[in-house]
């Protein structure tokens, strides 16, 4: 889809409904926070629906169709009557964009309505650039930062380009590219639990390029994968800092990066590094 | 083959602390990918060309009885055998007795993913017949008594230290201080030693990329010009193949061509296309004295019309594999049977059932990429979540798995008593995690801090913490 077909067609102060995601919520309400200011910034009339928990996917990817299903009907019914659902994860996102009509296959009405829901749902900053039109955002970051692109949102929703164009509006804020930047992080949801080595040794892979870097930040634009990078990079004595993309674009750095100990992070602030 | 598939996590551990094997994939990992971007940089409609391959495919499997009759009646009238074959076990007797029936003493091989499956070699020298693989990778495991790692690059996990320790082992014809350290030197010594076995073989057994229904030919593709000696100079040419390989047309044959060697090696077309029909006619130089082929079902069959259809479009180009981020870290072997990676993690469970490989479908981190490269289009993580999907049916998956994902779903399915929890447990975590900034253990997370720390919690939910920020901003 480009970015003027939404655009046109886009209530002026669209009512967005956050899907703050699990993994957001229980480790990271920064990242939450920073969306609603970057979605507020655009111009977008923001709510968090009550009702909401997890997307389903672990379910899903367990083969527990039924689970998934109850799920995504309460994600549906919790989120129906917003323009848009906005999700700052490509994995969730892509969950809700492309997987829940597949789950009703066998029911046209919930097929439909899942269907309907599924076009409604934007990974964030995919949102912010192709539907909001932000090309810019009013931030300023000291440092170099690398950037690993999430498996779901650049396969299943495209997000790719956005990402770098709002970070290089980003004042101070040098962007260097990532050697294998789309090769998977080894989290995988359940893999990481299911074959925590193998897991192990992916990210130990992904870790050694965003070293090599030298980039001090590491950025991504889902949870997942910025946990298991920063607790590789913690484990073995990197002070690369780990952050949501959310964060630096919406200048929002008061909290520790991930993983980063407070006082370490303290410290950093003092300074100015 | 006898499977390990089931020893999937012991077979990855041992490969992963296997460093002659790491270094063997760290090698292979950049050198396709590279020359497959090129190859398709070159060909704009890349694309287009996936979608009428993919097209061809469906149309041959949902007319798949109309069009290998057809092709059978070309074979018989163009002078040849067909030889259907239920399982493994009927397709070793059928070659076994043609064989016998030429007294054969030794026979020669092309590659063949379909003699790997129905595990020939061992079974003709049970019964006194010497196999000699003629492509060089099967021909080093070969002698090494190995299985092939990867489906068009058997040999991928040697580093080339370990072929020459090899050939000194086995070619102990040769001067034993001769030099072996040149890629060239090894390729040399190969084709001597294999020039000899060609001219003595009595049956050329090789696969078949294509079955085409229009004129009743198989068609192999390969670099080395092997399957030609191997099938031209013998008594008979035995095809092993499988019903999926069946198209309608030359030209849809040649379609395929043009995205198989290039999503496979990068190359534009393989060295050699040689399409066979039939044994060799009265005015012909050369050709077999006959020509069989041998179609093995051995479980496809059971594919049609399930979930699993589109699996029978794959035309074994070993993409999916070489673009795995785990095949990258395990190597193919860990996978325990013939097919590795993506294809296998699809394809194994449906040929040797899903209570043996059950792991395979589960070892993906769904990252996609294997779709994304897959020539055929074929939807590979949507086919490993439908066995996911079976083996939770059927109560395979591990209890401790079905027992988090239960309570998980327990919680997941009452908002307020998930706000509950998770609020608890973000606090609890972010109280005594905040000064380190991440844990180093953690009750029940012994997997993930292995080898890594789990980041600590901020210490409020987000749910909690909006609730307080904005009373109003929260809709229920």
């Known amino acids: 889809m480009s970015s003027s077909d939404s655009a046109a067609s886009r209530p002026a102060n669209p009512r967005v409904a956050l899907f703050v995601t699990c993994l957001v919520d229980l480790f990271r309400p920064s990242v939450g926070f920073a969306a609603v200011k970057l979605l507020e910034g655009a111009g977008c009339r923001v709510a968090v629906p009550a009702l909401q928990t997890c997307c389903g996917q672990p379910a899903f990817n367990s083969g527990d169709r039924e689970t998934a299903r109850a799920i995504a009907r309460q994600v549906i019914d919790a989120f129906a009557g917003y323009d848009y659902v906005v999700v700052p994860s490509g994995s969730c996102g892509g969950m809700l964009h492309e997987h829940y009509s597949a789950l009703f296959a066998d029911d046209a009405d919930l097929a439909a309505r899942a269907g309907d829901f599924g076009k409604r749902c934007h990974e964030l900053i995919s949102f912010l650039v192709d539907v909001m039109g932000v090309s810019a955002v009013a931030a300023r970051y000291a440092g170099t930062a690398t950037y690993h692109d999430s498996c779901s949102g650049l396969r299943e929703l495209s997000v790719k380009a956005q990402p770098r164009r709002l970070l290089a509006s980003v004042a101070g804020l040098k962007l260097t590219e990532l050697p294998g930047a789309e090769v998977c992080c080894g989290f995988g949801g359940t893999f990481c639990v299911k074959y925590p080595e193998i897991s192990d040794r992916m990210v130990a892979d992904k870790t050694r390029d965003i070293v090599a870097t030298g980039a001090d930040t590491l950025l991504a634009g889902d949870m997942g994968c910025l ?47 | 083959m006898q499977s390990t598939s089931h020893s999937f996590k012991d077979n990855a551990r041992a490969a992963m602390a296997n460093p002659t094997l790491q270094r063997a994939m760290g090698n292979m990992r950049h050198g396709f990918l590279a020359k497959r971007l090129a190859a398709i940089d070159r060909l704009p409609e890349f694309d287009a060309l996936r979608d009428r391959a993919r097209d061809i495919k469906n149309h041959a499997l949902e007319h798949l009885d109309v069009y290998l009759e057809a092709w059978e009646a070309k074979v018989v009238s163009a002078g040849g055998h067909v030889h259907w074959a239920r399982d493994a076990e009927e397709a070793r007797r059928i070659v076994l007795a043609i064989c016998q029936r030429l007294d054969a003493r030794t026979v020669t091989k092309g590659k063949s993913m379909i003699a790997e499956e129905i595990a020939l070699n061992p079974f ?50 040769f001067d034993r201080d001769r030099p072996l350290v040149e890629p060239r030197q090894l390729v040399d010594e190969a084709r001597g030693v294999l020039r000899d076995k060609f001219i003595a073989a009595d049956v050329g057994i090789t696969g078949a990329n294509f079955l085409v229904a229009e004129t009743g030919s198989s068609i192999i593709v390969t670099n080395e010009g092997n399957g030609d000696l191997t099938q031209t100079l013998t008594k008979a040419h035995i095809v092993v193949t499988s019903l999926e390989k069946i198209v309608p047309t030359l030209e849809d044959a040649q379609t395929i061509l043009r995205v198989l060697a290039r999503s496979a090696t990068g190359q534009e077309y393989s060295v050699y296309t040689t399409v066979s029909t039939g044994p060799r006619r009265p005015n012909d130089l050369d050709g077999p004295g006959e020509y069989h082929v041998v179609l093995l079902d051995n479980g496809r069959s059971r594919m049609l019309g399930t979930e699993f259809q589109d699996m029978l479009r794959c035309i074994r180009c ?29 394809l ?77 447990t973000a606090n609890v975590l972010g109280l005594l995690g905040r000064a380190h900034g991440s844990f180093r253990n953690l009750p029940l997370a012994g997997g993930w801090t292995l080898g890594r720390d789990m980041p600590t919690p901020q210490g409020e939910t987000f749910h909690r913490a909006w609730a307080r920020r904005r009373p109003r901003g929260t809709h229920s």
């Open chain 1, 227 to 273: 946990l298991n990078i920063a607790g590789k990079l913690r484990r073995d004595g990197h002070r690369v800092r780990v952050r949501h993309v959310a964060e630096v674009l919406a200048g929002a750095l008061d909290e520790p990066a991930i993983g980063e100990p407070a006082t370490e992070h303290a410290q950093a602030r003092h300074t100015g590094v």
């Open chain 2, 124 to 173: 003709l020298e049970a019964n006194g017949i010497v196999p000699v693989e003629t492509d060089l990778g099967e021909y080093i495991i070969q002698i090494r008594n190995e299985s092939p790692s990867h489906i068009i690059a058997p040999a991928i996990h040697l580093v080339q230290d370990q072929i020459e320790q090899s050939f000194r082992e086995i070619h102990t014809q």
């Open chain 2, 318 to 346: 070993g993409a999916c594999m070489n673009h795995c981020p785990v095949y990258a870290t395990v190597g193919g072997h860990a996978y325990g049977w013939v097919y590795p990676g993506p294809m296998g993690a699809v």
């Open chain 2, 348 to 424: 194994t469970p449906s040929l040797i059932g899903v209570d043996e490989a059950g792991h395979l479908p589960n070892a993906s981190t769904f990252c996609g990429k294997c779709e994304s490269v897959c020539p055929m289009r074929i939807p590979l993580p949507k086919m490993m979540r439908h066995w996911r999907e079976r083996e939770f049916e059927r109560h395979l998956s591990p209890a401790a798995m079905r027992w988090g994902i239960a309570a998980w779903a327990f919680l997941a399915k009452r908002p307020k008593l998930y706000r509950w929890v998770s609020g608890l």
